[in-house]
């Protein structure tokens, strides 16, 4: 089981839809958990970071956490052609690592 | 400002030179990090350095090897350097290893 699990996708959803992002990971221990976005041939940039059970919203992006189920999501309202990127969740692990998922592309039709 | 700067952006080498790769943080952060991004786009951690103390040290060949002179500047030093080693390598910083920040990337090319 890898540690930390994503949709490898493509997933495409229209402009002005909900985009939804999910990701499992198996170190229940895990304390702190991010959202990066990566557009192609770019650097990870850190969009959300959570470290409670329940919803964080910061402007269009809400994080979801729900550590019991082990389980971490990211909802993009309202869908921009400029979201269009590959999203990565990580997780950082009781050894204090930061894993990484795979990875899921998103791809906003206009 | 750059936040977290790394030189070069590209390298394209020879199989069985030594190279290095340099990154610099101007945040103050107390917590550098060395990742590899494959042809996958696969994210991997290799090393961490907090205060120039080396904390992380993945499973990775003794070819590769970090050296942090202050707490500001990571560099990575490559030798005999293999086809494989050709990936995106990241530099990340943090403090306290909460929220990390990456560099651009040095994109290695191995012919």
């Known amino acids: 089981q890898k540690e930390v699990e994503q949709n490898s996708g493509p997933l495409s959803v229209p402009e002005g839809a909900i985009a939804s992002l999910n990701c499992t990971y198996s170190?229940?221990?895990?304390?702190?958990f991010f959202w990066y976005r990566q557009y192609s041939g770019k650097s990870p940039e850190l969009i959300m970071s959570?470290?409670?059970?329940g919803d964080k919203e910061d402007g269009r992006f809400t994080a979801q956490l729900n550590k019991a189920s082990q389980y971490v999501s990211l909802l993009i309202r309202d869908s921009q052609p400029s979201d269009s990127a590959t999203y990565l969740c990580?997780?950082?692990?009781?050894?204090?690592?930061?894993?990484f998922g795979q990875g899921t592309e998103l791809s906003v039709k206009p | 400002d750059t936040a977290v700067s790394q030189t070069p952006k590209y390298l394209v080498t020879q199989m069985g030179n030594d190279k290095s790769i340099k990154c610099e943080q101007n945040?103050?952060?107390?917590?550098m990090y060395w990742y590899k991004q494959d042809s996958k786009k696969f994210l991997k951690i290799m090393f961490s350095?907090?205060?120039?103390?080396?904390?992380i040290n993945e499973t990775v060949p003794n070819r590769f090897s970090p050296k942090s002179p202050d707490k500001a500047h990571l560099n990575l030093h490559i030798n005999s350097l293999e086809l494989g080693d050709s990936a995106v390598y990241f530099c990340?910083?943090?403090?306290?290893?909460?929220?990390?920040?990456f560099g651009p990337g040095t994109r290695l090319t191995v012919l």
């Open positions: 990340a910083s943090s403090q306290e290893g909460i929220e990390q920040f």
């Open positions: 945040l103050g952060h107390d917590t």
């Open positions: 350095y907090n205060n120039k103390e080396l904390i």
């Open positions: 170190d229940r221990g895990s304390q702190s």
């Open positions: 959570i470290y409670s059970n």
């Open positions: 990580a997780v950082n692990n009781q050894g204090g690592k930061l894993i």
